[in-house]
């Protein structure tokens, strides 16, 4: 059936050690990060001061808890991050985090980051992990959950989805755009000429070129060379270098650490066991201690026939479901940058410079008398910036002010969108039929045929932009 | 183990060198001086703008002193006058809501219209009211003015007798008074925050940590509060509104912004040459050199030809605009089709060439 060699990398008994280092180090990470959410008031910003909010299709019923259940639930969010660090009820922290996670960040597409879907997955197969078996408040509790070693699939996942990520990442930047006319690298760059030391250089077209080709260098690569024992060490300071230099030039929050933290995974038992002492002795300053040195009645972890069948199912539909996720964008038709569909969920990051400006206009079929909509009273800037660019947003906008009009005694209304969009420094165009009736459109996975198209012929990718 | 540190090695030290030749042998650089562009616009642009306002609103306050002791329609309509000053002065000021202007709430406290007429008689009437209260800022500020010294009468003698012989005369006086001292208390505060004798925010300003483009950055704050101001307050708040263009297509004339005094499209005008004012640099350099050297020369221009073409329409209307509106809206719908136009190039375009951030949240990249 699987072949010895594979085998060894799923059922063989492994060190515990480096998957309770990554639950120690993920419960860290989180929990810094809800405080930092927490404390430049996004909680409100994002959650509670909007009026309206762009549910993803299928998740209509995702809805904000009101003032105080958004703060109670990032409140639980951060002591559910605190069980994941220390171990203390793990499961159900774990399952809190992943679930109430995954709600918040279902609840506005306007806020969808790639980080985010990325930490929902993390702590989505963390659950099924013995994450809290060794190095942990549970241990402490009841020492007869203590084990030592682990089947090696429970670490083997998250270097395959780390792995996942970074190569459909780099894949991402095998196109023309990225690396033939380094864009966005050329808008992004010049902006931050006002950087110490390095900012002079940022200005050169050149930089902008070697940091695309060594972006999606890196990105490709990236994974193998942590994989190699000979290489772990030089590529985990290239990690460490490049995920710092882009936390130094883009406003891309927490997602460097998040990824310094996570590729420790792929280091050695001893590494890790190492980082467990340090830990520990650290911890000895604290009113209670890990006694990782204590023995252990029963060395392994093993899971019962049917929990294995179980688990091995919903973790093979899952990484099936990663592969093909973002490969979907090729069922479409037209430029995927422009038209966005099959764009979210695929490891796109730092891609493109889009900006746009979409206007709606309403006419009353009974009076036949037309006026615009005041975007801004109803979304929030930056709501209204991500709308401008996102074709299934401007589409979900103009269904609300269709409701919205219904409510005003204005049935059957028409709602149609100009809307003018600049895609990687080219001159703005209309992105959106002006004078198809928006309202008439469904939402949903189709191809949304009311997007005009991008260019003419695809040739025009490798045309070099204006000199 | 050394001959698999090479290619790591080799790999990085390319990436180097070629990363510091370029910097000998220039290819191609944008090479401009957007700390020298932040320097003009702070020190030429936007601190003469609240310096002139804050003298235009000592004028103000002089002209009101004057009518106080002499009520004669001599210092009335000299009262009217230094009114039109200061506001074709907050004209300039407008588009730099953030900073001192946001922290004081510059914007709502001096410019709220339609001003309700309703609520300030009844302030005058009862004297129950508290003239810095948000519940009042449709009933304070320059709009107020408006009608307190354009609209509580037909002629200017029946103006003038609703601060002589009218039984609510002192009352209306002392309100008049109250809400210039009112203005003048925002304005001095804004102004002496901007200054380096005062709170030296243009200091801060100019400072070489915010000559970035992300969101605190001084470049960062001046475009968004630009592109708001002239989408909302300038091509709404001045001509889409009182055209009717947001509410169904009815023309609502009350709502522009000096309807008892009249001067609605001067007003706008002088509003739309700021605006350009922004855009240009004035004498010096501004964003549309900026796009020049990011090689977006054609865009510049285009905005430049647009903008060109707003204020020959702009031009066009007549005073009062809100007559103007009642009889034929068209040319005033003409001047809003021609806004709208160059707020998809300043908005979309020029925003992302100059790789400006308008939000403080983890982007990565859309």
């Known amino acids: 059936m699987i072949p010895e060699a594979i085998k060894k990398h799923i059922s063989g008994q492994v060190s515990i050690a480096p998957l309770a280092v990554f639950r120690f180090l993920f419960g860290f990470i989180m929990l810094v990060s809800v405080l930092r959410f927490a404390a430049n008031g996004w909680i409100y910003e994002l959650y509670v001061k909007p009026d309206y909010f762009f549910t993803f299709y299928g998740f209509d019923w995702v809805t904000p808890l009101g003032e105080t259940g958004m703060y109670l639930l990032f409140l639980g969010m951060g002591l559910a991050a605190i069980s994941i660090m220390l171990g203390y009820y793990y499961r159900l922290g774990i399952t809190f985090f992943f679930l109430a996670f995954t709600y918040v960040e279902l609840i506005d597409k306007t806020n969808y980051l790639n980080h985010y879907y990325f930490v929902s997955i993390i702590s989505f197969l963390l659950t099924f992990v013995p994450a809290n078996r060794y190095f942990s408040l549970d241990v402490l509790r009841n020492p007869s959950l203590k084990r030592e070693k682990v089947p090696a699939w429970t670490i083997n996942i998250f270097k395959l989805q780390l792995g996942l990520v970074y190569f459909f990442a780099g894949a991402a930047k095998l196109h023309p755009d990225w690396l033939l006319n380094a864009m966005p690298m050329r808008i992004w760059l010049p902006a931050n000429a006002d950087l110490p030391i390095i900012g002079s250089l940022l200005e050169y077209t050149s930089t902008a070129y070697i940091f695309s080709w060594a972006g999606a260098l890196y990105d490709l690569t990236i994974a193998f060379f942590l994989l190699w024992k000979p290489t772990r060490i030089f590529a985990y300071l290239t990690v460490i270098i490049f995920h710092l230099m882009t936390y130094a030039l883009f406003q891309i929050g927490m997602f460097p650490f998040i990824m310094i933290l996570s590729t420790l995974i792929f280091f050695s038992a001893d590494f890790h066991q190492k980082i467990i002492i340090t830990l520990s002795k650290l911890a000895n300053h604290l009113p209670f201690n890990f006694r990782t040195s204590s023995s252990c009645r029963k060395e392994e972890w093993k899971l019962n026939k049917n929990g294995t069948t179980l688990i091995a199912g919903i973790l093979g539909i899952h990484f099936i479901l990663q592969l093909l996720l973002p490969l979907r964008f090729a069922l479409y038709p037209g430029n995927l940058f422009w038209t966005e569909q099959g764009y979210r969920f695929s490891w796109r990051v730092m891609l493109m410079e889009k900006a746009g400006h979409t206007t709606f206009t309403v006419t009353n079929p009974k009076t036949n008398k037309q006026w615009q909509v005041q975007n801004y009273n109803y979304l929030t800037p930056n709501q209204e910036k991500m709308m401008a660019t996102q074709p299934d947003m401007i589409l979900q906008f103009a269904h609300f002010l269709e409701e919205e009009y219904q409510k005003q005694g204005i049935t059957d209304v028409k709602v149609t969108a100009e809307s003018y969009v600049t895609l990687n420094g080219r001159r703005s165009q209309p992105m959106v039929n002006p004078n198809i009736n928006l309202t008439k459109k469904e939402r949903g996975f189709a191809h949304k045929e009311w997007i005009l198209p991008f260019n003419e012929n695809q040739q025009n990718w490798f045309r070099n932009l204006q000199e | ?366």
């Not at chain 2, 290619?7 to 370029?22: D, E, G, K």
């Not at chain 2, 329409?313 to 021609?338: G, H, M, R, W, Y």
């Open chain 2, 1 to 366: 183990m050394l001959q698999h540190k090479t290619p790591y090695f080799s790999i990085l030290l390319l990436f180097f060198v070629v990363a510091c030749s370029s910097s000998t042998n220039p290819d191609e650089t944008t090479n401009f001086d957007r700390a020298a562009m932040l320097e003009n616009y702070g020190n030429n642009i936007i601190l003469p703008a609240f310096e002139d306002m804050q003298s235009a609103v000592n004028e103000l306050q002089t002209a009101a002193d004057n009518f106080k002791t002499e009520r004669t329609t001599g210092q009335l309509e000299n009262l009217q006058t230094t009114l039109k000053q200061s506001r074709l002065a907050w004209q300039n000021v407008s588009p730099f809501q953030f900073g001192p202007a946001e922290s004081v709430l510059l914007r709502a406290s001096l410019n709220t219209y339609p001003t309700d007429t309703d609520k300030i008689s009844e302030n005058i009437e009862s004297g129950d009211y508290s003239m810095e209260s948000i519940s009042n800022q449709d009933a304070a500020g320059l709009p107020a003015l408006d009608y307190l010294l354009h609209g509580v009468g037909g002629t200017n003698e029946e103006i003038l007798a609703a601060y002589t012989t009218d039984p609510n005369a002192q009352n209306r006086l002392d309100y008049l008074l109250e809400n210039i001292n009112y203005i003048k208390s925002k304005v001095d505060k804004a102004t002496s925050e901007w200054q380096t004798s005062g709170g030296d925010y243009i200091g801060m300003f100019l400072s070489e940590d915010n000559a970035g483009t992300d969101v605190g950055s001084s470049l960062g704050m001046l475009i968004n509060s630009y592109v708001m101001h002239y989408e909302r307050f300038l091509r709404d708040g001045k001509i889409g509104i009182p055209a009717g263009v947001r509410s169904a297509g009815t023309p609502r004339p009350v709502t522009v912004e000096a309807y008892y005094g009249g001067y609605s499209a001067e007003l706008a005008v002088a509003n739309f040459e700021q605006v350009e004012r922004i855009f240009t640099g004035g004498n010096s350099r501004g964003l549309d050199d900026n796009l020049e050297a990011l090689n977006a020369g054609d865009l510049a221009d285009e905005i430049q030809t647009q903008i060109d073409e707003t204020k020959t329409a702009l031009e066009a209307l007549n005073d009062p605009l809100s007559q103007q509106i009642e009889e034929n809206k068209d040319p005033v719908l003409t001047v809003f089709e021609e806004m709208q136009q160059v707020v998809t190039l300043v908005k979309a375009d020029m925003t992302s060439i100059l790789g400006i951030t308008i939000t403080y949240q983890d982007n990565d990249g859309d």
